[in-house]
């Protein structure tokens, strides 16, 4: 039996693939009345949870599990951790969430091992949306895990006919490559929004995915893991799709228009804590700066445009 932790589009997606597999599936969130009611959820629509899908507000339930995807917001992990750690200290647990906790400006699975240091930790990332994994359309991701015989395990247990899963020990360059690709997303979707045009794009992308190799090679990450799926796979989508939250968002500044105050953005906390990090270690990180500043207000869309086509002339 799989257990998730939260019921957003994400988890409940990943539920759906799991239980139409034939996977038993216990489905974990706060509030379930209306889920469990209708068998339906307001994240997905037109999705319907299968039989195999138990819902549930007790946590306790999933004690049984073989494995739990965590798929809650990074920001908010390490409080769901803390908060259920009798539940979870010594279970298999895959973060299902790309970001950078702000405050202690660690990725997900070194946020569990910090929390839960007797839990097993993973990663499941990559370029997907949840619609299209609810709808069963193929899916690549990667599945990162330290412990490569539970990583094997956890492979296994999770793919499924349309979702496949390609297996690393990274999890540094894993968990980095889903959290920087989402700030690159925004700094794109405010070039586009702006009217800039492709091809400013392509140029934020490029050299976007230049800041996050340096910055994942520098904490200890494989720079070839960035090269893959949770990488430049994750960064193709996320920068090109209207049905990037992070993408949605930059679109929105950059046309002076409001964002959306319901969605989770997780690029723009993840871009301050990134700013951090790159300071902290003398890395160069001009798009993520430049990010984190407009997310917070400090300077305007001008502003950000200007700071970054003054930079000094220099080689590729």
């Known amino acids: 039996m799989i257990g998730v932790v939260g019921a957003g589009a994400f988890g409940t997606a990943l539920a759906v693939a799991l239980a139409r597999d034939g996977r038993g599936v216990t489905l974990w969130a706060r509030d379930t009345h209306d889920l469990a009611t209708t068998r339906r ?11 195999g899908i138990v819902v549930t ?11 739990i995807l965590l798929a809650v917001p990074a920001q ?13 200290h010594d279970r298999v647990l895959v973060a299902c969430c790309k970001g950078i906790d702000l405050h202690t400006l660690t990725g997900p699975v070194a946020t569990i091992r910090a929390t839960l240091p007797d839990a097993m930790p993973a990663i499941l990332t990559g370029p997907s949306f ?12 990667t599945l990162a895990c330290a412990d490569d015989r539970a990583g094997m395990a956890l492979q296994q247990g999770l ?6 899963l390609y297996r690393t020990t990274d999890t540094t360059g894993a968990e980095l490559g889903g959290a920087l690709k989402n700030v690159i997303a925004i700094a794109c979707g405010v070039a586009i929004g702006a009217g800039l045009g492709d091809s400013a794009r392509a140029a934020l992308m490029t050299r976007g995915f230049a800041e996050m190799q340096r910055l994942a090679q520098a904490l200890g990450a ?21 049905l990037s939250r992070n993408y949605r968002f930059g679109l929105a500044r950059g046309a002076g228009a409001a964002a959306d ?15 951090l990090l790159g300071a902290d270690r003398g890395i160069d990180l001009p798009i993520c ?24 002339l220099k080689e590729e």
């Open 130 to 141: 949840a619609a299209d994994i609810a709808r069963g359309l193929p899916t690549a991701l």
């Open 41 to 51: 959820s307001r994240h997905l629509p037109g999705v319907a949870l299968p039989d």
């Open 222 to 242: 494989d720079p070839q893991t960035l090269n893959g799926l949770s990488g430049l796979g994750d960064l193709a989508l996320t920068c090109t799709s209207d």
């Open 261 to 275: 105050p319901t969605q989770t953005v997780e690029g723009a906390a993840t871009s301050r804590a990134v700013t």
């Open 76 to 88: 908010t992990l390490r409080k769901v951790l803390t908060i259920h750690a009798n539940t979870l």
């Open 159 to 164: 793919s499924t006919s349309t979702l496949r």
């Open 289 to 312: 700066a430049v990010v984190a500043a407009l997310s917070e207000g400090l300077i305007s869309v001008e502003t950000a445009l200007q700071s970054l086509l003054a930079r000094p």
């Open 57 to 67: 507000d007790d946590i306790a339930d999933l004690t049984q599990a073989d494995a």
